[in-house]
């Protein structure tokens, strides 16, 4: 695993992987590279778990609707053992009209943290109050007000004093944020140079957003991470060896980028975000029946 | 338009634009670049047909499903008018389970030819006589057999002498190939020098596959291109400029290069195929509603 | 553009882009579609100006070192004329060995402001002091330590309060950042969610570093966006429409969305940023002949 | 290795992958999967031998040259000990102006064998001809006739009755057909359903084109697979798993599908293959002084 130690427990006899951020001061680190012996895992060929699985990455070509119901049988398991599950979550999601789904998910307790950028927020912001992304409409019809609708919606929301509040105004009836807020998920939001006006509650200083990102991580069972390649990465990087990881994207590099961080429990779909995420709310949701 | 040509009549005072190989000895052709100019078609910015739109490439993270149903009711004209609807079939259509919605276009009557290389009729033969893609199972767990089964199918058909001949002696009885010739959809399969073998009726000679190509795709108004970006440049590059082209891949560059020749009556979608035929397929068939 | 509005000012009787943060209250700005025609650029067919090219992408596949040669003679007017050249430089620059020629560059005085991420400084420094990247040496053999050089070179700027005082210090001594601040240009480095412990001297406040890039992007007249996408676009998206614009980068997606932000005043070029800056460096300074 | 078989020697006592085609009547092959055990090969971490390296492909942020000089090292004493080099060459290499390294490593006896398609050569003898590129010089300039140049190259070489007719009648007088004809390069060329009008010569037959490259590569002991990737792939499938073998190209996935082919002896570099082939013609002839 890149940006780890082994750390060796000499009563114990053991050792373990530690991010460089989770040493202390007196742990033994095993240093140089003389005497360590790698053993690739022995994957099985038959098919078990499917975060265990033979090939990792499921290319463009390859068949999903297997993987995305053993996925969801998963994560099933999951919210019965009180495990915990986290999304990150790019703008595509909003933008090519997945949210509902998203939604769908949420509603059924399916996501407990939700990590995003500023932009994502305001994406999905803009679709709740205008029905917009960017001043275009669903049917791709250039609505009238174009990109000014982006900046209505981001200043509604400081108006309001951030999200949750704009939640209980009844200012935000709809959405994900809106969803987030109703069914108690952590929103994690994260700023970056490329945003355009910060909403209220987003963390913009990349120091403090990391502190909060990884206490928000600490009890993480599963992370799904869904086409946001940057906070995708910087998610996987603080992740305990443990954590069930799903990356789905488009682009095959960062589904790969995305999934070397989790060798072994890990999945990586080539895929466009909103048919993923129907199917999953569908095989998770009664509403699977599509009318 | 590249490789293409302007030709003047003078009687009637018109121009067109001509590919190389419809000039005829006699025809009057523009030669050089001086005195012509370029003025780009003034789009609409309100969207009236799905063809004339004021983006032509779809991205990624853009909504889909408004397209897919306008492109749906596109298509149900264009059957109602006797027109001609061709299909471009990658490989990939068959790895990711999307035979069975493009099964359904083709019993619904939406398909008039079929265009593939021998490497997916193998495919399709293979899913149909084993379940499997080059030895995979759609639930990703190798079969027992491996790459085995794919050489197996060409045998079974070469043994048949044929598809057609497969299908009547009831050796192939489900999948495409056998959708096609139940509901006399033209099939022009042609070769390719990464080909494993090539099944009967496969036009190996690159210079006859493009004569039967055009002969077939004179009389055609739609095109649809999936996932087989090589003969999909291929069809693009003989098709009129007024038939309508629909291409879906999921690299973008892909996408681009197959629109640039249809400049003007073009749509080009970036995503994954399967679920793009699955909706397209629920537009257009009863069974849209799924269990 | 995007992120742009017509302002209109009725006594000169002209209109101008202008971008969101630069409306002044009392501005006219221009409301709604109606009204507003849009009339394409014709561009010219003979080739005069480097950015006003009939194509702004240069693909893989299309002969590069013409439009270098151009764009050199455009950066040496440039600097005779007092121009404010910026870059915006991605790790890879330092990863592939590109660094050398960055280097002279700046010694023969193209750059006046240098634009990058905690990570770009890491990875300067790391192969300044270690020879390495991530602990990997320029002829990809694993150096003794690993990822542990990366953790010591962000360390040594630590303990030296910053990067100027590390090279008044002589403890940096070679590299980009040394380069830098001997010949004095502006260095503007902005933290990361995805950074590993930032170096003093790093805005890691996303407002804050959006409030100095626009600051020191506000005489530039060209920028050169390298292999930096994320960083590139909110550059990018800061310009003035009459900035000269050039990005490189390897992913065609990227350029493509870098170059759409500077329509008139851009150019792309899918290529590695090795071989690119070596050209570039090769055609401005004496050190052009390998040895 | 995919398209492969496990053929056992119980005489000798010893097992080696057989390609289907290379499959004897009364061979012994390993049927089923169990009983199979797979030991991945232990990879060294220290760098020896540029094929057996410990990551095979080198992305595009990563540095290059020392992997190309190794690379020349290594041809350079195959060129010593007679080994045959062959090489796949993809329209890319006439385009971006690298025509003239292909040149210089012929020249120098570095090339025994080029594999291409028919619009490779054609690209070549418009370049030879006429100075562009489908109409297109090398400074991106449109040229007076555009695309009709590339059909006009095409035709001189049928009028000549092929490619070394025409340098025999000293129509082609330079470029990399040139080149090959004068170095005794065996030049095998074969069409494709996307080529305008095979040159003489052009294998235009599927399967009798497979016969032809099979057996001109029995005895090739390297292969340099450059920006050409269908052709590459087809190439890849008929090597012997001992053949040394290179791909260089922009797409890191088509770079890493060629490479998996020969996962013990296969070195990958995503990058731009006009300044791979200077750097490598640089490397290994005395013209590597650049004016």
Redesign the interface.
């Known amino acids: 695993m890149?940006?780890s130690a082994i750390a060796v427990d000499r009563k114990k006899g053991t050792a373990r992987a530690v991010k460089?951020f989770d040493v202390n001061k007196g742990d033994e680190i095993v240093?140089?590279?003389q005497g360590v012996r790698v053993v690739?895992v022995q994957r099985a060929?038959?098919?078990t778990d499917v975060f265990q699985?033979?090939?990792t990455v499921?290319d463009?070509?390859?068949?999903?609707?297997?993987?995305i119901r053993?996925l969801a049988e998963d994560l099933r398991h999951a919210r019965a053992a009180k495990g915990k599950i986290a999304i990150v979550a790019?703008?595509?999601i909003v933008?090519?009209?997945a949210g509902e789904h998203l939604v769908r998910l949420i509603q059924a307790g399916y996501i407990d943290r939700l990590f995003a950028g500023n932009s994502f927020a305001a994406y999905d912001v803009e679709r709740a109050l205008f029905g917009t992304?960017?001043g275009?409409s669903?049917?791709?019809?250039?609505a009238?007000?174009?990109?000014e609708n982006h900046?209505r919606a981001v200043n509604a929301i400081r108006e309001a004093s951030g999200i949750a509040s704009a939640v209980e105004k009844k200012i935000l009836t709809s959405g994900i944020m809106h969803a987030c807020v109703c069914h108690n998920v952590d929103i994690v939001l994260?700023?970056?140079?490329?945003?355009?006006g910060?909403i209220s509650g987003v963390t913009?200083?990349?120091?403090?957003?990391?502190k909060v990102?990884r206490e928000k991580l600490a009890d993480v069972t599963h992370v799904i991470l869904l086409?946001a390649i940057?906070?995708s990465?910087?998610v996987a990087?603080m992740l305990a060896p443990t954590v069930k990881t799903v990356c789905v994207d488009?682009d095959?590099?960062a589904v790969e980028k995305a999934i070397e961080h989790q060798p072994l429990q890990s999945i990586g779909l080539?895929?466009?975000v909103?048919?993923f995420l129907?199917?999953l709310a569908?095989c998770l949701t009664d509403s699977?029946?599509?009318?």
């Open positions: 890149i940006n460089f240093v140089g590279h690739p060929t038959t098919h699985f033979i090939n499921i463009a070509d390859e068949p999903k609707s297997a993987i053993e790019g703008p595509a933008r090519t009209g992304s960017l275009v669903p049917d791709l019809a250039f009238r007000g174009g990109h900046m994260t700023g970056s140079i490329r945003d355009e910060p913009t200083d990349a120091i403090e957003a990391q990102m086409a940057r906070h990465l910087a990087s488009i095959p590099s080539v895929t466009d909103e048919p129907r199917e569908d699977g029946v599509r009318d």
